[in-house]
């Protein structure tokens, strides 16, 4: 077998495995979810991106209305094309490139709870691949995260929180944590609010290129870690406030951080910006937005007040772990 046979059959059995670990961890954290909501079950749904069937597709399984989750999906796609003036716009890439087509595939989830008490959360974990006329790949690159988006804080969840991804990071290399840490800050922001945060973080990377000291298997089984590291990391805090007595007052403060999370997903999220501009699903792309949402004119927590309590972390994020 010549080079490039190899080279494009190790490709494209790489590209296989990956697409294995996103489904198996979808089903992974669907029946998760569902065990702890004991009510609703999440509904599926298949795509393509074109009606031809040519392009990929995915799966959106979204479950909605539950006894403790009031909207959320769970989200795979495995989409290709050709490279077109739009793509390389969104992408940066010239037209002088040699790069011919791509290919892209990831998981992507955002879990909106009914109770106040409950955190939102978010992970995205993906692969995006481009080649040239010859189909022979010439770039590569990893991304994801997973952030905790709490409507009133409680020190020990967000240390427990915190803590579920750094031992996740720490098996692959230690300085990885602390960096993360700080992109998922710098990232999840709402400029345009003072820089507030729409939650307490969590950890975010993104174009992550295999190089000599971390190569592909390294980013692929970083994402695996922290992929399944999800269960571990939220569903402990679910159970422990899904239960949570809540008022009127609770459930509107919920309404004005989700409102926060709108903004940030229309305004600054690069995911939800690269989808709608190539020609993505829309309805997928949009189920991360909250079911009710809230935007009071210029409305402010009273000062020290739990509301409050919550939006200076916001404000000024904190270290949870060391």
């Known amino acids: ?130 080649y040239d006329k010859d189909g022979m790949q010439c770039d590569r690159w990893f991304g994801g995260g997973t952030d905790l988006t709490p409507y009133y804080l409680f020190d020990e969840d967000a240390i427990h929180f915190h803590s579920t991804l750094k031992n996740a990071c720490d098996k692959f290399d230690e300085k990885l944590y602390s960096l993360f840490k700080h992109n998922c800050d710098e990232y999840f922001m709402n400029t345009h609010r003072n820089n507030e945060r729409r939650g307490i973080g969590g950890i975010f990377y993104d174009h992550k290129k295999p190089e000599e000291d971390h190569d592909a298997d390294f980013w692929f089984g970083l994402a695996e870690a922290c992929g399944n590291a999800f269960i571990d990391a939220y569903i402990p805090i679910v159970e422990k406030r899904k239960d949570s007595p809540y008022n009127e007052q609770h459930k509107f403060w919920q309404e004005i951080r ?7 997903n229309l305004i600054h999220d690069r995911g939800t910006l690269f989808g709608l501009k190539t020609s993505g699903r829309t309805e997928s792309i949009l189920m991360s937005l909250p079911p009710t949402v809230r935007f009071e004119y210029n409305y402010q927590p009273e000062k020290g007040s739990e509301e409050d309590k919550l939006l200076q972390v916001c404000l000024k994020p904190k270290d949870w772990v060391y």
């Open 258 to 264: 989700r409102g926060r999370y709108v903004e940030f």
């Open 1 to 130: 077998m010549v080079e490039s046979s190899i080279h494009k059959t190790e490709t494209k059995e790489f590209r296989q495995q990956w697409i294995e670990f996103i489904y198996n961890l979808q089903d992974k954290i669907c029946s998760a979810l569902e065990d702890i909501d004991a009510g609703a079950k999440f509904n599926s749904e298949e795509w393509t991106r074109k009606p031809d069937n040519k392009g990929g597709g995915g799966l959106t399984k979204v479950i909605q209305h539950g006894n403790v989750f009031e909207k959320g999906g769970v989200n795979t796609s495995v989409v290709y094309g050709r490279l077109s003036r739009k793509m390389r716009e969104v992408l940066h890439i010239p037209l002088s490139s040699p790069v011919a087509t791509w290919f892209a595939a990831g998981i992507s989830s955002v879990i909106h709870p009914a109770n106040p008490f409950v955190p939102t959360i978010h992970f995205n974990y993906r692969m995006f691949e481009l």
